[in-house]
């Protein structure tokens, strides 16, 4: 075999491998893909754990404490005690907050 025939194999052989080592499914591109989202993951999982400590405290102050039961209650389910009045607004008659129709 030619000399110059092992020699243009070696370096066709060299460029593959690093197209290969860059462009291929699990090439450099990849990789670095794969690192910013493992990075964003990580981001997101602190978040979660962040809410999930402050969902914690929520329902130990609403399990100990009546009044911040009873603040929930009136807010999210619209209870009113028996000497309030509600006033019920219709949508179109709202405007944001410091606008004038």
Do not use: C
Request: charged share 30%; aromatic share 8%.
């Amino acid at each position: 075999m030619p000399r110059w025939l092992i020699g243009l194999l070696l370096v066709a052989s060299i460029v593959y491998m690093g197209w290969s080592l860059v462009f291929s499914d699990h090439g450099y591109r990849v990789y670095r893909a794969e690192v910013g989202r493992v990075a964003e993951l990580k981001r997101q999982l602190a978040r979660l754990h962040t809410e999930r400590k402050r969902l914690a405290q929520e329902i130990l102050r609403l399990r100990h404490d009546p009044k911040a039961l009873e603040e929930l209650v009136h807010r999210e389910l619209g209870y009113v005690h028996p000497d309030e009045y509600v006033l019920i607004m219709p949508e179109s008659a709202q405007t944001p907050a410091g606008k004038r129709p």
